[in-house]
């Protein structure tokens, strides 16, 4: 079956990193646009980061831009988000989600927490 299972989420303080880790299985993971959304307590899921299958191209939000840097290794079945400089405000459970587009279904992860706090 389809899985999306995240790591590398805890706790750091203010200005430090983390690298979250997605691991695939059960699905073409090459074949998908990955991302990373993110949500806090008492509000939406925002996106965070995507990448495209092949990795050519990546789109982030603009809070996080400079700071956060996705990538992908499609040898593994797995994407990775580099969080740099984090803030308190990047507090939130961080999901992993794989695109299906238009005509295949779509894949969410369990999410990891991160906590920014000192």
């Known amino acids: 079956q389809v899985q999306l299972v995240e790591s590398g989420g805890g706790l750091v303080q203010p200005g430090g990193s983390l690298r979250l880790s997605c691991a695939a299985s059960?699905?073409?993971?090459?074949?998908?646009?990955m991302s990373w959304y993110r949500q806090a307590p008492g509000q939406e899921r925002e996106l965070v980061a995507l990448i495209t299958s092949a990795g050519g191209r990546t789109n982030y939000a603009d809070s996080v831009k400079g700071r956060f840097t996705i990538s992908r290794d499609n040898a593994e079945n797995t994407v990775y988000l580099q969080m740099n400089s984090l803030k308190p405000e990047d507090t939130a459970v961080y999901y992993c989600y794989a695109d299906g587009g238009r005509w295949r279904k779509n894949y969410w992860g369990q999410g990891t927490q991160v906590t920014v706090s000192s």
């Open positions: 059960g699905f073409t993971f090459s074949t998908y646009v």
